[in-house]
């Protein structure tokens, strides 16, 4: 019977433990779950305060690029002007040339280079 009775003691004594353990594991949970929570919680003000400070930058970038493109205009317009204008008296003063070359009337322009048909040899037409 002695056997018995410390049986009974002993399970007793598991049950409370168990009991105890089950409370221990609930506590530990709530705590993980605050715990991820929390994480999340910061991380999402984290991701708040980055997407806030990217638009920021953007912002700033955008303002630059304006300035630079105003500034880059102002300055190069008058340089593309006079660009333009020489690429277009050169191109009237040369078209006479090729509208001849063109029709087959004459051979290359003299000093124009042209790439060899059966290579990839570039020389000058007055070599030829």
């Keep these: 019977m002695a056997y018995f009775a410390k049986e009974v003691r002993l399970t007793k004594k598991h049950e409370e433990i168990l009991a105890q353990r089950l409370l221990l594991l609930e ?32 912002k700033d970038i955008r303002a630059l690029e304006e300035k630079l493109e105003k500034k880059v205009h102002l300055r190069s317009y008058p340089e593309m002007v006079n660009l333009q204008t020489l690429y277009w008296a050169s191109v009237e003063e040369q078209a006479p040339k090729w509208e001849q070359f063109l029709s087959g009337r004459t051979q290359y322009p003299i000093g124009v280079r042209y790439q060899n048909p059966a290579g990839n040899d ?7």
């Design 27 to 58: 506590e530990m949970e709530n705590d993980h779950g605050g715990q991820k929570t929390e994480k999340k919680a910061s991380y999402v003000k984290a991701a708040r305060l980055a997407s806030k400070r990217n638009q920021s930058l953007l």
């Design 122 to 128: 570039i020389k000058d037409a007055a070599e030829r």
